[in-house]
């Protein structure tokens, strides 16, 4: 889930070698039918490739797991997620060394759905059509072929964006703390300059990673093209939003970093860094990577600036066609995804929010109060942000264009321009970026019936 800052020839290489592979859906390798597998009847060694904290979830799944499919091996594989998708991409442009299960992350859904060398789990023995009822809708029409006629991948997570912050720090520097009064105090860009204004020491303490994180939440749903695949730059309060932005890096109120860099999460860590705005699941990469040491430091709330509701990610599980056990693979990807306690036991453990909806109906979980976050109910405040989403129009492009959003937006501010210039470059980088790789976009949908323009 982390963004990834992916340049026009990465995004375009990924393409071209995922629409070369020629690897057909191969029936699967063992006796009963996988779609409706019985517990306990599938056997052998499978591999399980993604990232972190991808591992801690299965992880914590496992022992379930394994009391239903007491035969299976499972082998972790596990790195960051840019290393992940590289070697995913040629792995299956090659037709070998490719996991028998992989993650992929929603901004890369688009690039993988049209791909011959991922089974079709709406064929038999998958037969996952029957599911589809279960899943959030909007991610489950995400990994359709472009035509409708395949489906590739099964939804894990969606990502319900909020604002974590250092309750401890809002304290000493006398801002309210709860998330109902931060939230309202934040509501306003006025409100997110004077939160920085307070927490801010100069080059000790910042509110935030880096200042252009507060422009990407207007595009962190992933929604850059309409279904004409016109770019969508302007957006509600965006002007406002870049004055923010630039007023927070003129005062030095950022670290001017990554939020996934080093520096930054050793600042969430020892509260230097203070703030930062993402989806659900980064709870989780707190819990067990950033800040495993800090319960009762953090908090929850909606997004600052009085943002929409919106998803930043969410995971979906894929079988590479040239598995050799194809039958436990799909018996992994059911329990962990398809069943309530596969994904609440994810869930609790690092904050994937699930895309299957029944595992929802456990209101014990989604009520109750975590540790961490200092006793918050914050399940419950993601069910709230769940509710409110929007399907979004899904392209190849938008790595690219995501990647741009934070490049551009500093490259703006480096150079002093305002934000109407900020955002006119924003839009003329993504357009530059995404020129070649559209032209696949349109040739897909041209293939599949769906482009008479």
């Known amino acids: 889930?982390?963004?990834?800052?992916?340049?026009?020839?990465?995004?375009?290489?990924l393409a071209v070698m995922l629409a070369a592979s020629a690897f057909t859906a191969c029936g699967n390798s063992g006796g009963k039918n996988a779609g409706g597998?019985?517990?306990?009847?599938?056997s052998g060694k499978i591999t399980v490739g993604g990232w972190p904290s991808g591992d801690d979830a299965f992880?914590?799944?496992m022992a379930g797991f394994q009391e239903a499919y007491p035969d299976i091996e499972v082998e972790l594989q596990f790195t960051d997620t840019t290393s992940h998708h590289q070697a995913l991409q040629t792995a299956l442009a090659a037709g070998s060394d490719a996991p028998d299960v992989a993650m992929v992350e929603g901004a890369y859904i688009a690039q993988y759905r049209d791909s011959s060398a991922l089974v079709d789990l709406l064929e038999e023995p998958y037969n996952a059509g029957g599911l589809k009822e279960d899943f959030v809708a909007y991610k489950w029409e995400q990994a359709y072929s472009a035509d409708g006629s395949r489906l590739v991948a099964v939804p894990w997570d969606i990502g319900p964006c909020s604002y974590f912050y250092r309750t401890d720090v809002f304290k000493e520097a006398g801002l309210p703390t709860a998330p109902e009064e931060v939230a309202e105090l934040m509501s306003t860009w006025e409100g997110v300059l004077k939160a920085a204004e307070a927490v801010s020491i100069p080059g000790e303490r910042w509110l935030l990673p880096d200042a252009s994180y507060l422009y990407f939440e207007l595009f962190c749903n992933r929604d850059y093209y309409d279904n004409d695949l016109n770019l969508v730059i302007e957006r509600e309060g965006d002007m406002d939003c870049l004055k923010a932005v630039i007023k927070m890096r003129e005062n030095k109120w950022d670290m001017n970093v990554d939020m996934w860099s080093n520096e930054a999460y050793a600042g969430y860590a020892a509260g230097s860094c203070v703030s930062v705005a993402t989806g659900a699941w980064f709870g989780g990469f707190l819990k067990t990577d950033?800040?495993?040491?800090?319960?009762?430091?953090w908090a929850v709330t909606t997004l600052?600036?009085?943002?929409?509701?919106?998803?930043?990610?969410?995971s979906f599980l894929v079988i590479p066609a040239q598995s050799e056990n194809k039958t436990a693979?799909?018996?992994?990807v059911k329990y962990m995804l398809a069943t309530a306690q596969g994904q609440n036991d994810m869930f609790t453990a690092v904050d994937y929010y699930p895309a299957y909806m029944p595992a929802w109906e456990?209101?014990?979980?989604?009520?109750?109060?975590?540790p961490y976050f200092g006793g918050q109910k914050t399940k419950a405040l993601w069910a709230e942000i769940a509710g409110e989403l929007e399907p979004v129009n899904t392209t190849l492009m938008d790595t690219t264009a995501e990647g741009c959003i934070y490049s551009s937006v500093n490259a703006g501010l480096e150079q002093g321009l305002s934000a109407e210039e900020i955002r006119d470059l924003v839009a003329a980088d993504i357009e530059a970026a995404t020129?070649?790789?559209?032209?696949?976009?349109?040739q897909v949908l041209k293939d599949a019936g769906l482009w008479d323009k």
């Open 1 to 13: 889930m982390k963004r990834i800052k992916v340049r026009k020839m990465a995004a375009l290489l």
């Open 37 to 42: 597998t019985e517990e306990g009847t599938a």
């Open 59 to 61: 992880n914590a799944a």
């Open 290 to 297: 950033i800040d495993p040491e800090g319960s009762g430091h």
């Open 304 to 314: 600052p600036g009085g943002v929409k509701s919106s998803n930043w990610g969410g």
């Open 329 to 332: 693979a799909w018996a992994f």
């Open 362 to 370: 456990d209101k014990e979980i989604y009520e109750t109060e975590d």
């Open 435 to 442: 020129a070649e790789v559209k032209q696949q976009q349109i």
